[in-house]
Each structure stands twice: as C-alpha cells, then as structure tokens.
C-alpha cells in the first residue's frame, strides 16, 4: 500500500486544502491529512477541533484519514510507513520555503518523497490566514471554505463578541 502524508497546520482547513487532498487521494492508496500541533503557531483552533473540522470533510474519499503529530514529519511519515509527503503550491511564493523544507526533510530521510501539487487557480490566494482575517470583520468566505469552517469562525467570532 503506498501512503503519503499530507501536513499542515490547518487552522482553518479551506476548499484549496481540500483540492490537494483531491489529488493526492487519486494518486495513492492512502492519505494521511497530518495536522501539526503546533502551539508557538497560536492556532485559532485545538488540534481536536482542527481534526473533527477536516474528518466532516473527507466522506469523497474513502482512502483518507486524519491524525496529528507533534514533532518532526519526517518521523511521522516514517512511523506511518508513508513513502511520499505531498505539499500544495499556491504561487511562486510559495516554493522557496517548501523547497527547504523538502530538503531538510530529504536529509533527515532520503527514503520519503516530497511532491509538490498545485492547487486549483480559484485557491491560488487563499490562506488560512487569510480567511481568519476576512472571517472577522464578517466578509462573505463562502467561496473559500467548507461550510462546517463557516459555522465553527461564526462561533469563534460570537464568542469573542460576548467576552
């Protein structure tokens, strides 16, 4: 069986997250959407709340499946018995820092492949961050995210209004 894992800190996960998903569910028998936990990032969401958020998006595929980890990808990856990492470019910008990334994660093991996917143009600007910032002032991030991430920044948002 020829695993990958696909890792991020999916703070929210958003349809971009999900178009490499996508792809990388087509290229092999199993995907495992890897959500770092990772507190020095300040992630809006628990790594739990992350987690149920992308698992209510996975019934398209039947060969994914969600877990966390909180210390090198490399070892994740090896402990899961995954042969590949998949990234997901957005821009140019995007590859430098993934392109450091994918060779320290070779040097650390040369046996795990990194593969660069692109995700769709629509998403080609679309962030997590970015969706948090909008989500906030209440802007329309419909076209940007699943519904169920909709619902869980409208609750985070409501929360906050009322502390």
Same mark, same amino acid.
């Given at each position: 069986m020829r695993i990958c894992i696909y890792p991020g800190t999916f703070d929210p996960i958003t349809n971009g997250h999900l178009d490499v998903v996508a792809r990388a569910a087509r290229l092999f028998d199993k995907v495992i959407v890897a959500v770092a936990d990772n507190p020095g990032k300040g992630p809006l969401f628990s790594v739990a709340e992350r987690m149920r958020l992308i698992e209510e998006n996975l019934a398209p595929w039947p060969n994914v499946v969600v877990d966390s980890f909180p210390g090198l990808l490399v070892e994740?990856? @090896? #402990?899961?018995g995954a042969v590949a990492i998949i990234r997901g470019l957005r821009a140019l910008s995007d590859f430098e820092? #993934?392109?450091?990334? /994918? %060779?320290?994660? @070779?040097?650390l093991d040369h046996e795990i492949e990194t593969i660069f996917v692109m995700t769709k143009d /629509?998403? =080609?600007?679309?962030? =997590?961050r970015l969706v948090k910032q909008v989500s906030r002032f209440g802007a329309d991030i419909a076209p940007f995210v699943p519904p169920n991430v909709i /619902?869980? %920044? +409208? +609750?985070? @948002?409501a929360s906050n209004d009322e502390a």
């Open positions: 994740f990856a @090896r #402990e899961r820092f #993934e392109f450091q990334m /994918a %060779l320290m994660n @070779r040097h /629509a998403y =080609s600007y679309t962030s =997590s /619902a869980a %920044l +409208d +609750d985070r @948002r």
